[in-house]
T-cell receptor, first 113, second 114 residues
């Protein structure tokens, strides 16, 4: 069966450390993988997109990797801050010719001061 | 929230009643989507639209219908609400329908079916 799993429901880290979130998938062959941030009571907000032929993508303190052999994406936040506390969702495109995405359930990150 | 509004933002209704949720965008994007979000399931696509009067089913479409009579409005109707449809509903838009296109989400509607 097809699944998208994000490593844990919740992750707690200390301010200044690097947060690493995992997205694993099975029986999909996405051409793209996206990461979104969702704050309580709000809709998800797009952060980064990585293509299947890209190993790594960076944006400021964010870094995403995409390993199509392992069927895994890692999302890193370096020098984390309490303002980074949110739920992070990964999303895979699943259909040729149409923007049809499947989302993981998300990982709730808490950065403690 | 990228020029997307949803109404109502909160609704309580009774089992068996019809409910309509509205999504309105000011971005003139062609593609619009309705998702539901439940604990442990992530976002699941209900229906989407690729143009005025052009809609199609998503992953969890049973019990839902949609209509799009104008570019800016996408309506989601629960024909006869059930308790299993208690959820948070998000509308999203994208400029194109190409694979991997970024989607922009509205603020959500919290629906409780008693």
């Amino acid at each position: 069966s097809q699944k998208i799993e994000q490593n844990s429901e919740a992750l707690n880290i200390q301010e200044g450390k690097t947060a690493t979130l995992t997205c694993n998938y099975t029986n999909y062959s996405p051409a793209y993988l996206q990461w979104y941030r969702q704050d309580p009571g709000r809709g998800p907000v797009f952060l980064l997109l990585i293509r299947e032929n890209e190993k790594e993508k960076r944006k400021e303190r964010l870094k995403v990797t995409f390993d199509t052999t392992l069927k895994q994406s890692l999302f890193h936040i370096t020098a984390s801050q309490p303002a980074d506390s949110a739920t992070y969702l990964c999303a895979l495109d699943i259909r040729d010719g149409l923007n049809d995405m499947r989302f993981g359930a998300g990982t709730r990150l808490t950065v403690k001061p | 929230d990228a020029g997307i509004t949803q109404s109502p933002r909160h609704k309580v209704t009774e089992t068996g009643t019809p409910v309509t949720l509205r999504c309105h965008q000011t971005e003139n994007h062609r593609y619009m989507y309705w998702y539901r979000q439940d604990p442990g399931h992530g976002l699941r696509l209900i229906h989407y639209s690729y143009g005025v009067k052009d809609t199609d089913k998503g992953e969890v479409s049973d019990g839902y219908s949609v209509s799009r009579s104008k570019t800016e409005d996408f309506l989601l109707t629960l024909e006869s609400a059930t308790s299993s449809q208690t959820s948070v509903y998000f509308c999203a838009i994208s400029d194109g329908g190409a694979r991997g296109e970024t989607q922009y989400f509205g603020p959500g509607t919290r629906l409780l079916v008693l």
